[in-house]
């Protein structure tokens, strides 16, 4: 399997920490693709140019990181990343959804930010940071109930802590919080984590 990803990327970093906790590093090949400024190498394999995206022996792709996540964890039922039923289920496909939507919202502050002064909004760039400040206020109750194991919900709210931290140091976002401290505390020295720290490219 070959997996698109860029290095800054943190839903392509997503993936391979999942794939690392899977034990399935061997088997992926990551491949260095850039979105922007123009998806040249990507679209080919997805046509909404973004990465993860991730090349199948047979030449199939899958996208986005949900689903890649998703069929890597198949690939090994005895160790499940995802848990396949029940409450358990929905809190860490919640988790992750509250991560990815962060990342969703950072990135597109990132790319506000880097548009001409003229051309920024500080209504988006608002609307961007407090959904970004009240998704981190709700990681705290949905670390409280995860499990022990550093299942894909944790692995994506890693991701967010890590990517924000990485692009948006100087923003006040809440990740100080005692309770987010002592969880990223713990993980970040995971060697799934560290093998995937985000690059500048
Ligand atoms: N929902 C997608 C989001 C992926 C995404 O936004 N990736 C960014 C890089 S971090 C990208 O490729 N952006 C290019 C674009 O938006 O055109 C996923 O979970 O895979």
Redesign the pocket.
């Known amino acids: 399997m070959k997996l698109l990803s860029?290095p800054?990327?943190?839903?392509?970093r997503k993936v391979r920490v999942l794939a690392l906790e899977k034990g399935l590093g061997e088997r992926l090949e990551v491949i260095e693709a850039h979105?922007?400024p123009e998806?040249t190498a990507?679209i080919e394999f997805n046509p909404?140019?973004?990465?993860?995206t991730l090349i199948l022996d047979d030449g199939s792709c899958l996208?986005?990181?949900?689903v890649?996540c998703e069929y890597l964890d198949s690939l090994d039922p005895r160790s499940p990343l995802i848990p396949d039923r029940g409450a358990a289920r929905w809190r860490v496909l919640r988790l992750q959804a509250l991560a990815?939507g962060i990342?969703?919202a950072a990135?597109n502050l990132v790319l506000e930010q880097r548009r001409p002064e003229a051309h920024r909004s500080s209504a988006m760039q608002k609307r961007f940071t407090l959904a970004i400040q009240r998704s981190f206020e709700r990681l705290p109750g949905e670390l409280a109930v995860a499990d022990d194991r550093f299942d894909l919900g944790q692995i994506a709210a890693a991701c967010a802590v890590g990517y924000v931290e990485f692009r948006l140091p100087d923003c006040n976002f809440g990740t100080d919080e005692p309770r987010i401290r002592g969880w990223w505390t713990r993980i970040q020295r995971r060697p799934s984590l560290l093998a995937t720290r985000p690059v500048l490219v």
Do not use: H, R
Request: glycine share 4%; charged share 15%; net charge negative.
């Open positions: 860029s800054p990327s943190p839903f392509a979105p922007w998806p990507i909404l140019g973004k990465v993860p996208y986005d990181s949900p890649i990815d990342l969703d990135v």
